[in-house]
């Protein structure tokens, strides 16, 4: 019996190539300015998955976050941790949308603030948690902690201030 694809599960060409693209700039903001913290490294990668809750649909920002951040870590020499990353990513892009996109309308500054910032703490969080698990050493998961809290603050100003400034630019109209 061969399974039948509801229409609105499929991805149109459009949003696949999206997606991708989306997923490149990820990885781009994510491995290129790389900052070591303990276990890892900082970077600008969650600003642009911040700028994708705002200005893409939810499937192609939930694809791009988890696949280009864990696209960085694989080629970053970070292999242990793609999969923590794609869980982390994952709920970090769903928790902003959630928060700053209920209705899929364009959102106040307010929910932008709590969006990201409630991103940003489970981010923060979850590393932690798993750096903790795999280094066998709650030392370790903790020292990383305040790298990522500054990683999340960091990256929220910027998609703030970044969403403000593409407002007023076709993207922004639609």
Known sequence: ?????????????RELCLAAVMAAVVFLATFVPRIPIPLGYAHLGDAAIFLMVLFCGRRETLIAACFGS???????????????????????ADI????????????SPARLVVGFLLASAWMAAAYTLFGALLYDSLAAGLASAPGLIAEGVLNSAIAIVAAGILQKTPLGQR
């Open 70 to 92: 864990a696209l960085s870590d694989l080629i970053g020499g970070f292999p242990l941790w793609i999969l923590p990353t794609l869980i982390i990513k994952y709920f970090m």
């Open 96 to 107: 902003a949308w959630r928060v700053i996109r209920p209705d899929k309308t364009k959102a």
């Open 1 to 13: 019996m061969a399974s039948s694809v509801h229409p609105s599960s499929s991805f149109t060409t």
